[in-house]
């Protein structure tokens, strides 16, 4: 029993939950006090074009869902709209960096940076589709520059994070 239960704890789901737990602890504290040109870092969403970035296309996706479900949990929005964007922007991520067999880190960054900034233009788009009125507006363009420009500074620490996050462990054979 206590083998399975440290088992569990040494996932890298398990380790996914907590990072993304510190991840939106940051983004509902700090990064809501911190607001360039009045607009807020999506410090979730870059997150998750890394995991995108470093990996494939479902882990991408899968990652983006559970994230989106986490942010959900503490928005007043309805509960599955940032899943569904961010689980897009993981999956994005994925496919732009696809073609490239060893992409540098720079090549890496800029397209973390496009997608999550392309995720702040998803995500009243999503929202309109449920009826959620006055979201599509010219300052969505703002908000998906300050996330940009977030992300160029910010995603070269999120790379070795989610590769880290969800390495998998091998076992020892005891």
């Known amino acids: 029993m206590l083998e399975r239960l440290l088992r569990a704890v040494a996932s890298r789901w398990f380790r996914l939950v907590l990072v993304v737990l510190i991840a939106l602890s940051v983004q509902t504290t700090l990064f ?3 607001r360039p040109f009045g607009f807020a870092i999506q410090l979730m969403a870059i997150f998750v074009a890394a995991v995108g970035s470093t990996h494939d296309v479902q882990t991408g996706a899968l990652v983006g869902l559970i994230s989106g479900f986490m942010y959900d949990a503490v928005l007043a929005t309805p509960l599955g709209i940032s899943a569904l964007v961010f689980g897009a922007i993981g999956a994005i991520a994925a496919l732009v960096m696809q073609p490239f067999r060893d992409p540098t880190w720079w090549l890496r960054v800029l397209a973390i940076s496009v997608v999550a900034g392309f ?3 998803l995500m009243p788009i999503a929202k309109s589709v449920v009826g959620l009125s006055g979201w599509l507006d010219v300052r969505i363009l703002g908000a998906a520059a300050v996330t940009f420009a977030g992300a160029l500074v910010v995603s070269s620490a999120l790379i ?3 590769r880290w996050t969800l390495q998998e462990r091998v ?3 005891d």
Do not use: A, Q
């Open 119 to 121: 995720g702040e233009l």
């Open 32 to 34: 809501s006090e911190i």
């Open 171 to 173: 076992g020892r054979g």
């Open 160 to 162: 070795p994070v989610s």
